[in-house]
């Protein structure tokens, strides 16, 4: 019922959208093309096709965004043969190139003191700490690694039309991080507000992937 629900709200465009559903071509920071196609149910994502979708909003100074890349990672990783995640970078002023260089040098490139703000001013309860604790040693400990972002990011440039669209058709309002994740056939599974921890980004891959009784 609830992915339904959610591939109901999805549909919703308001009195400014097409009454197509809309196509967008965009180029990654590292000159990769990528075709979102609207489909009913939700996005069919090119040259992607068959494998699961995390669709994400993010900005290079937005503390939990920051948290959340050790989580995209270990995915990627875990998932490597069916999950492709775009993050699509949602402030103007962030260039291609800056964002090639925190993509190809994160080690150097996050600012832990956008962590540290969103701590202090976001997150001040001991509840709230505790529960980050964890997400900030895993950040401090992908810096220390050396490794580079593997997944695909996108300028807000070069997807200022996709952000259109997906604040038209999800009546998202801009927060960050916000994520999409698209079973193997486009469908929507969830939409995640906030960071989403390592578990909730598997639980989404698990739902995505084929039930027993689908391949019947």
Known sequence: MKKIILAL????????ASSENETFRVK??????????????????????????????????CGPCLLSIPHHEAMIEKYKNILKIVSVETTPNVTDDELIKFKNNPSK?????????????????????????????????????????????????EGKDLIRYIAQRARWQGSIPFLIAFDQKGAVIDIVEGMPTEDKLESLIKRALPKKDDKK
């Not at 609207?38 to 979708?53: F, H, M, Q």
């Open 9 to 16: 709200l999805l549909l919703v465009v308001t009195i400014y």
């Open 28 to 61: 990654t920071v590292s000159g990769k093309e990528l075709t979102f196609r609207g489909t009913d149910e939700g996005i069919a994502t090119s040259p992607y096709e068959g494998k699961i979708v995390f669709l994400e909003f993010w900005g290079t100074w």
């Open 109 to 157: 490139e996050i600012n832990m003191s956008k962590v540290q703000w969103f701590l202090d001013n976001k997150a001040k309860s001991p509840q709230a700490k505790a529960y980050l604790s964890k997400p900030v040693k895993e950040l401090e400990e992908f810096k220390k690694s050396g490794k580079k972002i593997t997944y695909d990011i996108v300028s807000s440039k």
